[in-house]
């Protein structure tokens, strides 16, 4: 399989994760529905760079909306697009530290999900900006950590098994989950 080949493939397997993760894959609880669309956007954007980590992620979300009983609202389509930008942003060909991986999820979580979908479902819904944007908070309060502990033990595995093209130039095991991950028995160089 050429490089071209593999590229295309894994990042069509990452818009496939992505679409199941929009579609099935949720925790609902009473205030907030967690869901982890993040993780195959944020793969993405450590494999892919800027541009096909934000086309990826507007292309899961075109597709996660046309398999849902609504319509498409193309707006969200841009949320999603700077999502992936974002995330590669921050993680592309870069050591995922900790301290990185927060920096992006906060950004994303205040630029995009708390201002600008907060926005769009105002145009959506019709209710007023600061009805919404309460809500919006505390379900971002929510989420924050929970994205940022998936994406820091997720970055970890894709940087050490991505093929060498996709190769980051600071060894994976100088970050904070590298070194966890080298405490864990199946990861030992004596077995």
Same mark, same amino acid.
């Given at each position: 399989?050429?490089?071209?080949?593999?590229?295309?493939?894994?990042?069509?397997?990452?818009?496939?994760?992505?679409?199941?993760?929009?579609?099935?894959?949720?925790?609902?609880? /009473?205030?907030?529905?967690?869901?982890?669309?993040?993780?195959?956007?944020?793969?993405?954007?450590?494999?892919?760079? /800027?541009?096909?980590? +934000?086309?990826?992620?507007?292309?899961?979300?075109?597709?996660?909306?046309?398999? +849902?009983?609504? +319509? %498409?609202?193309?707006?969200?389509?841009?949320?999603?697009?700077?999502?992936?930008?974002? %995330? =590669?942003?921050?993680?592309?060909?870069?050591?995922?530290?900790?301290?990185?991986?927060?920096?992006? &999820?906060?950004?994303? =979580?205040?630029?995009?999900?708390?201002?600008?979908?907060?926005?769009?479902?105002?145009?959506?819904? +019709?209710?007023?900006?600061? &009805?919404?944007?309460?809500?919006?908070?505390?379900?971002?309060?929510?989420?924050? /950590?929970? =994205?940022?502990?998936?994406?820091?033990?997720? =970055? %970890?595995?894709?940087?050490?098994?991505? /093929?060498?093209?996709?190769?980051?130039?600071?060894?994976?095991?100088?970050?904070?989950?590298?070194?966890?991950?080298?405490?864990?028995?199946?990861?030992?160089?004596?077995?």
């Amino acid at each position: 399989m050429t490089k071209t080949t593999q590229k295309i493939a894994i990042l069509g397997m990452l818009v496939a994760a992505q679409v199941i993760a929009g579609r099935f894959i949720s925790i609902s609880l /009473p205030i907030v529905t967690i869901g982890f669309v993040f993780l195959p956007v944020s793969i993405t954007g450590i494999l892919f760079g /800027p541009l096909l980590g +934000g086309l990826s992620a507007f292309l899961g979300d075109l597709i996660t909306a046309l398999l +849902g009983p609504y +319509g %498409y609202f193309l707006p969200m389509g841009l949320s999603a697009f700077l999502t992936g930008a974002i %995330y =590669s942003l921050f993680l592309h060909r870069k050591p995922a530290s900790i301290r990185r991986i927060i920096a992006c &999820v906060l950004t994303e =979580s205040i630029l995009i999900s708390v201002f600008l979908q907060t926005f769009w479902l105002t145009i959506l819904t +019709g209710k007023a900006y600061l &009805v919404l944007l309460p809500t919006r908070i505390i379900q971002n309060l929510i989420t924050i /950590p929970v =994205s940022v502990i998936c994406i820091w033990l997720v =970055s %970890y595995r894709v940087v050490r098994f991505m /093929p060498e093209d996709f190769r980051i130039p600071a060894p994976a095991e100088s970050t904070a989950a590298g070194a966890f991950f080298q405490r864990l028995p199946m990861h030992r160089k004596n077995r």
